[in-house]
């Protein structure tokens, strides 16, 4: 392949990452990576009842954080919402059913997390 036909395909790639992001507004339960395969098993009535204190345990932590939406999807959050996540954690008084509104850019099943708020 030539230079100019590698280079062709490198930008083509770029065009369709970026045009499959785009902004994002989105409300649901704030839920560990760690815990949220069981979540999303046994659905909403699950992710309503999941801790904060799990959420604040090391291995829930180290795990990351995502928002399980009430279509039953998993949205995982950049290192940036992570850190966000643990903050707003910390900060809250609220014991389970932890539901918070965040916005970024989507892209598929992943946000690069701008604002996060428990709610």
Known sequence: MTGLGRVTIVVA???VFVWGASAADLKGSLIDVACSA???????????AHTRECMLKEPCVKSGYGLY??????????????????KALEASKKKDNIM?????KQTGELIEVKTLKII
């Open 13 to 15: 790639l770029a065009v």
């Open 38 to 48: 069981k979540i999303i098993k046994e659905g909403e009535s699950a992710a309503k």
């Open 69 to 86: 939406t009430q279509d039953g999807k998993f949205i995982v959050f950049d290192s940036v919402g992570n850190q966000a996540a643990q």
């Open 100 to 104: 918070a509104k965040v916005s970024g």
